[in-house]
């Protein structure tokens, strides 16, 4: 009984100590087609992660991805510039290696139309994570997702806040989620209305490519979220690695750029992940600087 006994205490102090704190990392851009294509029908979808990316990733309660490109076979193309489509058997490959969320409010996860995004969200699932982002209408799409429940509530926003091109503002079909920052602003007041230890953290898809610098109206827009409630901004779009900024006790990654993608300019290769530790007490957000060589990621320290 005695032996139980100190089993037992031993097992609740575990439990304890591994839920309170929690580790979320995110992830810049993910393409799984171009020039990443290329290298999987060559090396295969593993070929794609570094030892030391694994590393990190395998360490986190939960790992949170910008899928850049529908995962289907549906093969519908949108009239733009630059179209995407990734196979969906290469999803478990992200599962494999850490990913539980893949957010598509991004203006590439529509490539191949309305039925390709749920088709992808659907794939996504089948893979064992969870979609953020998306849904059969805009009201399913903007719903907030909650991440864990340890040590204490934390929700994930995630907008597309730029133009679709050649797709219809429709509200009431299949779309990412598009919603204003005044929307997001109403969303996060009523977490922290409903429960005020809750972490709100807002992933928007937005900005000018190729840039290092957020236009002023960005800072505008990101510091309206912050002053609502929310704890901190993981940003992308840009495909290059901008400002951080600290405000008011809280983080605004612009953008983190790229992860898995081929673009090879300097300015396109460097990036970060972002680590979110979030305690009873603290939420603290640190940088995680990598270089990306031939798609791969890798870290540079």
Not at 45 to 70: H, M, Q, W
Not at 95 to 101: E, M, S, V
């Amino acid at each position: 009984m005695r032996a139980f006994f100190i089993a037992l205490v031993v097992s609740f102090s575990s439990f304890t100590s591994a839920t309170s704190q929690t580790s979320i990392i995110f992830t810049g851009d993910i393409l799984l087609d171009r020039g990443v294509r290329k290298v999987i029908e060559h090396h295969g979808t593993n070929y794609l992660f570094d030892k030391r990316i694994d590393s990190i990733l395998s360490k986190a309660n939960v790992v949170v991805g910008n899928l850049e490109c529908p995962a289907t076979s549906i093969k519908a193309p949108m009239h733009k510039r630059f179209v995407f489509r990734g196979e969906s058997s290469w999803l478990a490959a992200l599962k494999k290696h850490g990913f539980t969320h893949l957010n598509l409010a991004n203006n590439h996860s529509i490539d191949q139309g309305r039925n390709g995004l749920m088709d992808t969200q659907r794939n996504v699932i089948k893979a064992g994570m969870k979609s953020v982002g998306s849904g059969k209408n805009m009201d399913e799409a903007a719903e907030p997702v909650l991440l864990t429940k340890h040590p204490r509530k934390v929700w994930l926003i995630a907008s597309l806040r730029m133009a679709l091109e050649n797709f219809a503002y429709l509200p009431d079909r299949p779309s990412v989620n598009m919603e204003t920052t005044e929307a997001i602003t109403k969303r996060i007041r009523k977490i922290k209305k409903a429960d005020p230890q809750a972490v709100v953290i807002v992933s928007l898809h937005w900005g000018a490519e190729h840039t290092s610098e957020p236009v002023p109206s960005q800072r505008l827009e990101a510091h309206r979220l912050i002053n609502a409630g929310a704890d901190a901004l993981i940003c992308h779009h840009p495909h290059t690695l901008q400002t951080i900024e600290h405000y008011k006790g809280r983080d605004i990654y612009y953008s983190i750029g790229n992860f898995i993608f081929d673009q090879q300019k300097p300015l396109n290769s460097k990036a970060c992940m972002v680590k979110v530790e979030v305690t009873k007490d603290h939420i603290i957000t640190t940088p995680i600087p990598i270089n990306i060589k031939r798609c791969v990621p890798c870290i540079t320290h």
